[in-house]
């Protein structure tokens, strides 16, 4: 049986915090970018895609249930909707924590035949995780993804922003060793990238 | 046919992604004409060039242009411009992001002049970040020229450009569902036509809104500028679909990579375009996007690439992603891998969808396991036949297309698997999760 039919078993749902725990946390760049954000929908409940990438910047690279009751409060809606919302999308980490580095290998279409399989094996060996897993020293996760579009790079990895494509055991040695050393969460940097192309230059600074 | 470069053609220029070197090739040429154009009139041109939906159905782009009310009733009107490719095999809109940012947002802002757009926003999967930088850039280098925002070009008209970025959701390139997530939603397909209005009256914020795909905008600029009379000249061998398209080809080919081409040419030219192929013959393609009919290698030998062309092989032109399939590829397990895409991003809406994916999914898992039945052929095809037609929005047809077509096309690579517990083709243990 699939595994992924199992997601989202209710133990592993984070709380909804009540109001009286509530501890905001967002910066104040990040409610400058909220505020931007504002200007350009008619209405609050809009932002609550962009909000939430805001708070898996803040919050980590991890929406727990802290994270979702903070995007409730400012935009006003309920946590049921934009936890609803946040579980929907595939690239919202709510089902669990993730490491410093996300790695996305694309076993899709076009990657599949271009011997996407083997290297996933080769990660899983490696890292001496399986999909969906953190390393222990919570360095690594290794996340299975659909097609990236970059099928021309096949086979494709997604790490943080960046593309690698086409991969083989010596790159992916290479890769992994350049990101053990890296100081800054690629999981975070990606989430303020994304936020930063929707705001835009911020007009208050 | 050979290659054709249109909206290609200064790809590989790096300064055709400033505005400065943008202008220096010609751009904002069009814009520019197009403000002292009535409204009309630039509807009129993208209607006699014969554009069509390059998205992957291939709707005539003008009568949605056309569908929007022209005298405003108190409301907004907005452009949107699908930008979430997901569509497995394709990266072309990727690529035309990245390289001619300007392209799309000088066509944005040409629909919004000719519906009368207040802003647009860009709908780009949030993977993308390459192409949502590269137009970051090229919005803030057009608003800081006066080509967006306030009193554009002194035509006293205004449009705004915003960039919305996706999460994670193959369901919401399907139009309805894109909406849903920009309003903040699950990206769920909403109610279509005629159960409920047109996206062009009532669509984003109950507002009337456009919306279109990343290729299509930028055709737009070619047309206002050279004429819908000329564009409709390309691809004019064909029976209805005109000018060029962009092919991504994926696959065991040398040189993959997006190849536009101009409609008319052959699946066989675009494969020796793409260096031919590699490790061994051509067995299969799937020509258009993981969504479209697989086709064998006799029907590439004779399919032409054009909207009502390539029914004639049972198959369609789709978003343009064009796998090519060596000898040895297990044309099973590149079903269930299929099968597994679909249950995977089925959004859960519509039981037929939900359900039937899934079913899909378990029983071509049990054939490549080795543990197929007989009669799985047949309960596959019978349950495609329960999904297609049925489903709520596209996806489902999409996910019963490929199943039902590799059946028909390849029986007998499923009639061995599933009598013998193993491929046909030696090398398919590559293709799996080796457990
Ligand atoms: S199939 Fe891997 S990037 Fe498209």
Redesign the pocket.
Known sequence: MSDFLQLGSPNERPRAPRLDELDLKFSDQALAELDELYSHYPDKKSCILPGLWIAQREYGGYLNGEAIAEVAYHLKRSYAEVEGVATFYSMYNTVHAVGKHMIEV?T????QVCG?YPVAEYLKKKLGVGFGETTEDGVFTLHEVE?????DR?P?LQVGSSYHGPVDEKSIDALLENLRAQEESTVIQMANDIVKVQTGPLKSK | MAEYKLLLEHSDDTAYRTLDGYRKKGGYKALEKAVKMERQAIIDEVKASGLRGRGGAGFPTWIKWNGLPKEKVGKKHYVVCNADEGE??TFKDKQLMEETPFLLVEGMTIAGFATQGDAGFIYIRGEFIDAAKALRAAIDEAYAAGLLGKNILGSGRDFDLYIHMGAGSYECGEESALMSSLMGERGMPRLKFPHAPLPTISGLWDSPTLINNVETYTCVPFIVNKGGEWYQTLGAATKNSRGTKIFSVSGHVNKPGNYEIEFGTTLNELLEMSGGMKGGKLKACVPGGSSVPIIDAEMCGRAVLGYEEMSDVKSMVGSGGCMFLNEHTCIVSFIWRTAMFYAQESCGKCTPCREGTKWMLQIMERIVAGNGQPGDKELLLEVCSQIDGRSFCGLGDAAAWPVAAAIRVFPEEFDYFIANGKSMVKSSKDLMLVP
């Open positions: 694309c899709c279409l076009s990657c996407a097609c990236l579009n970059a099928c096949a494709v | 497995p095999g």
